[in-house]
C-alpha cells in the first residue's frame, strides 16, 4: 500500500507539471528507485493515450474545492457556467458574458499556480501571442485580465470537438484530412509571418467545428522570435525577441521536433513537423 501510494502521490505530481518538465523532475524524485520511475512514466503514458482505461484514471484525482465552487459563481462580468477541461496551464470553463449575453470560453491559472512568476508569465504570453493574430482558423481572445487573485483569458467558445476526439471515432477520409491540415498550416502560415512559433501542434489543440471549420488553440507556449516594430521615437525599425530560456525542453514528447527534443532553437519548421506528425 506504501508504494502504491508513493506512485500515486508522484503520478498526480507529475502530471501537475508541464510534460517537458516530468523528466527532470522524475529524475530528482526517482534518483534512488529506477523503478519507481518505469512505474510512474508508465501510468503517465496510459494516461496520455486516448480511449485508454487512465481516461477515467484508477488514481482518481480529488477536485479542488476552489474549482468545484467556481460554477455558478462570477469572474468580473463572466458567470462560470461548467468545466470544459483541464491542461497543465490552466482549467478552462464554458461562461457567459453578462455585458454582451454570449457564451465564450474562460481559461483560468489555477490558484496553486498564481505565485509562480514564471508560470503566469508564460500564461499572459499565451494571451498576447493569440491576441497578436487575426485569422480565421486561429481562437480569438477577447480579454486577458485578474479578479482577484485569479487569472484569465476570455477566449470564443469553439463548438465542435478536438481532432483527438475525432480521431478515436476511426479513421478520417482523405480529402477531410487535407482540407483539416491545410487549414492548420494556414493558421501556422500567418503566425510565422507574425514571428511567433507555436511549439505545440498536436490533435488535442486542434479544433473542428460541425461545419468542418477549424480552429488552432493554446498558445501556451508560443516563442516570440525577432520581428520589425517601429520606434514611436525615431519612426526606426527595431528587433524584439522574447524567449524561454536556452535548453528548456517545450512540446509534448510524441510531437516534438529533433531539434525541440533537445532543447535547442526553433522556428517556423519545427511546428512544420510537429504538424506533419
Known amino acids: ?16 507539471r508541464e ?10 524524485a526517482c534518483r534512488t528507485d529506477p523503478e519507481l520511475r518505469a512505474e510512474v512514466e508508465s501510468l503517465i503514458s496510459a494516461h496520455e493515450q486516448p480511449g485508454s ?3 477515467s484514471p484508477v488514481y482518481e484525482p480529488t477536485v479542488e474545492t476552489s474549482t468545484a465552487s467556481l460554477v455558478g459563481q462570477s469572474i468580473g462580468r463572466y458567470l462560470v457556467l461548467s ?17 454582451l449575453d454570449r457564451k465564450l470560453a ?13 508560470r503566469v508569465r508564460r500564461f499572459i504570453l499565451e494571451a498576447r501571442a493569440a ?16 479578479f482577484g487573485s485569479v487569472h484569465f483569458i476570455a477566449t470564443e467558445f469553439v463548438e465542435g470537438e478536438t481532432l483527438r476526439h475525432r480521431l478515436s471515432r476511426g479513421p478520417i477520409a482523405i480529402a477531410d484530412a487535407l482540407d483539416i491540415a491545410a487549414q492548420v ?8 509571418a507574425a514571428g511567433i512559433v507555436h511549439r505545440d501542434i498536436k490533435p488535442e489543440n486542434i479544433m473542428v467545428r460541425p461545419d468542418r471549420y477549424v480552429k488552432v488553440l493554446d498558445f501556451g507556449l508560443a516563442k516570440l522570435t525577432e520581428r520589425p516594430t517601429v520606434s514611436p521615437l525615431s519612426g526606426e ?24 527534443a533537445r532543447g535547442l532553437d526553433v522556428d517556423g519548421r519545427s511546428d512544420i513537423f510537429n504538424l506533419g506528425i
Open 1 to 16: 500500500m506504501e508504494r502504491r501510494q508513493q506512485v500515486e502521490e508522484l503520478f498526480h505530481a507529475a502530471l501537475e
Open 83 to 99: 468545466l470544459l477541461g483541464r491542461g497543465g496551464m490552466g482549467d478552462v470553463y464554458l461562461a457567459r458574458d453578462t455585458q
Open 19 to 28: 510534460p517537458a518538465e516530468r523528466g527532470t523532475f522524475l529524475s530528482q
Open 53 to 55: 482505461f487512465l481516461d
Open 185 to 192: 498550416a494556414s493558421a501556422l502560415a500567418a503566425a510565422h
Open 131 to 146: 491576441s497578436s493574430l487575426n485569422h480565421p482558423n486561429i481562437i480569438t481572445i477577447h480579454e486577458i485580465g485578474h
Open 237 to 260: 525599425s527595431t528587433a524584439v525577441r522574447v524567449d524561454t530560456d536556452p535548453g528548456t525542453i517545450m512540446g509534448t514528447a510524441r510531437y516534438m521536433s529533433p531539434e525541440q
Open 106 to 118: 474562460l481559461k483560468l491559472l489555477p490558484e496553486r499556480f498564481t505565485a509562480d512568476e514564471i
